[in-house]
């Protein structure tokens, strides 16, 4: 990594949200047992973190959990630990801090379950090329708004020329969150409340100077609801979900 420290091995994926932007799919299955072409898009997310050999990953977990846990059952790798938040969501922040003594002292890859990348250089490479731990707590994947999909197109953040993040202040920002990052689990765990987003950590990073960000080369693809469903299989030449609709919405 860009400080000399060891690639991180743990990763987590956040899976545990509702999914109520993707129903009908997700009234009988958690979001990340959606097929995303022939592969459900938990198990899209597993492979990629294998490739990238990450060994270890803790999983969050919610809605659907049963079902979810027996779908992992018979992995042998990458090891898989679940974080259940049974007695009620945390959102991203709040599972990150439940989830830190399983993830030890960090840096760790966040991973979002509905992202997914067309790499044209590979992401984790990407982060690991750019993270100081003595400068930063957490490093964004970033992707320049015209090379998303399933997102509004109006962006996140701008990035400053030394990789330092400031949120949108404006209509309109360079670049949007792709669903990937390295982050110490201590910057969630500073904030006192159970349940919270990241966004919210990453807004505290962002004043103290501690957030920044990296360009992916390639294309994001965010698979949200059901018409970013379609449009990702449609980017990855999958064959189409027969209960995905599409709105016509555009195509960013």
Known sequence: MGDGSPWPDTAMI???GLGTRMRPLTLDLPKALVPLGAETLIDRAIARLAKAGISRIVVNIHHHA??????LAERRFPDILFSSEADGLLETGG????????????PV?????????????????????????????????????SRCSGID????????????????????????????????PAAAEADERQAFPLREVWR????????????LQGQFLHVGDPDALRLAERRLGAPEHPTAPVSGRDDR
């Open 95 to 106: 599972a990150v801090k439940r989830a830190a003594p399983l993830l030890g002292a960090g």
């Open 204 to 215: 505290r990073l962002a004043t103290e100077g501690r957030l920044f960000g990296a360009e």
């Open 14 to 16: 956040l899976a545990a």
């Open 153 to 184: 197109g109006c962006g996140d953040f701008d990035r400053g020329s030394d990789g330092r993040l400031r949120f949108r202040t404006g209509p309109r920002a360079d670049f949007a969150y792709s669903g990937l990052s390295l982050m110490t």
């Open 66 to 71: 049963g079902l979810l846990t027996d779908h």
């Open 109 to 145: 890859w966040i991973v979002s379950v509905d992202s997914v990348w067309i790499e044209e250089r590979d992401a984790f490479r990407t982060l690991a090329a750019e993270w100081r731990g003595d400068a930063m707590d957490c490093l964004l994947l970033l992707a320049g708004t």
